[in-house]
């Protein structure tokens, strides 16, 4: 097989990731951002790449060298699972798995919060999609002090440190910031309510945590702010508008698994110029 097919038009990705070590403001980013781009053409560009994606995630398991770990962080309604559907659209479902993380358990909670993400990490040849992740104990656990201040304080730092390690050892990590409005969530809250197909996604929960808007925002922004580094970098993804997102979102999955420059496999000795009788 040739090598995958480039994709042409590129964009800059360099203006979504979150530099290491910088103070950040949310507001740098508009979630409405469409990039100059109509939705035809940057829907026909997801699916280019989407093609190139294909072939690469083949390549990565065919190579069976790199692990590749994709975190996805949002507010309630952010787009997390619209995400996944789309972007890895016609991916080959084997060599990908998504690992949500919902409520912990009272099993998972009686150990340490890293306990239940470390076994979901990728092994070789493998990419893995984090929907939710340990962010949730910098996140859910600080707006609602589910453990002391003092504890998930200390958090940041284990993060930073874990993901290190990761990478020390193979992983290349992206993690991936759904921004969107808070007039954005309002809509697509009212649309699960007024759209019977959509009710079943509709909760009061996500209303009474609409009322934390401020104070998750903040800590999304001190999640980026502390854990944003050179091993595991941070992109804030503009997502109001769902093609936009999935366009920014391929062009840096795409652009990363370039960069690991995979090649196939050797064949073993006398495989080429074999005739299959
Ligand atoms: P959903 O993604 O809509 O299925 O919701 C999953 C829920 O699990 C969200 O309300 C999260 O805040 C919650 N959740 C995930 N991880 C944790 C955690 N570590 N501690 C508390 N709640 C969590
Ligand atoms: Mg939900």
């Not at 193979?170 to 969107?180: D, Q, S």
């Amino acid at each position: 097989m040739t090598e995958p097919v480039r994709h042409n038009v590129a964009m800059d990705i360099s203006r979504y990731r979150v530099p290491a070590s910088k103070s950040v403001d949310l507001h740098a980013w508009d979630p409405h951002e469409d990039g100059g781009l109509s939705r035809d053409e940057a829907e026909n560009e997801t699916r280019a790449l989407n093609k190139e994606l294909e072939s690469l995630q083949e390549l990565l398991y065919a190579e069976g060298r790199h692990k590749v770990l994709i975190v996805i962080q949002a507010t309630d309604t952010g787009g997390k699972d619209g995400t996944i559907r789309h972007v890895f659209d016609g991916v080959n479902p084997s060599g990908v798995t998504v690992a949500p993380f919902k409520k912990p358990t009272p099993q998972e909670l009686s150990h340490d919060y890293l306990w239940r993400i470390h076994q979901h990490t990728p092994g070789a040849g493998e990419l893995t999609i984090f929907n939710r992740s340990h962010y949730e104990d910098v996140l859910v656990v600080r707006v609602h002090d589910l453990v002391p201040e003092e504890r998930w304080r200390r958090r940041y730092e284990h993060i930073r440190n874990f993901e290190q390690m990761l990478a020390d050892e193979g992983t290349t990590i992206v993690k991936l910031f759904l921004h969107i409005s808070k007039e954005e969530q309002r809509e697509r809250l009212q649309e699960r309510v007024d759209r019977p197909e959509k009710n079943w996604k509709f909760s009061f929960g996500d209303i009474a945590e609409r009322e934390h808007w401020d104070t998750y925002q903040d800590a999304f922004r001190v999640m980026l702010e502390k854990t944003s580094t050179d091993a595991a970098p941070w992109y804030v993804i503009p997502a109001n508008r769902k093609w936009f997102r999935n366009r920014v979102i391929s062009e840096i999955i795409v652009t990363t698994l370039r960069s690991l420059d995979m090649r196939h496999p050797a064949p073993a000795d006398g495989v080429p110029g074999t005739v299959v009788a």
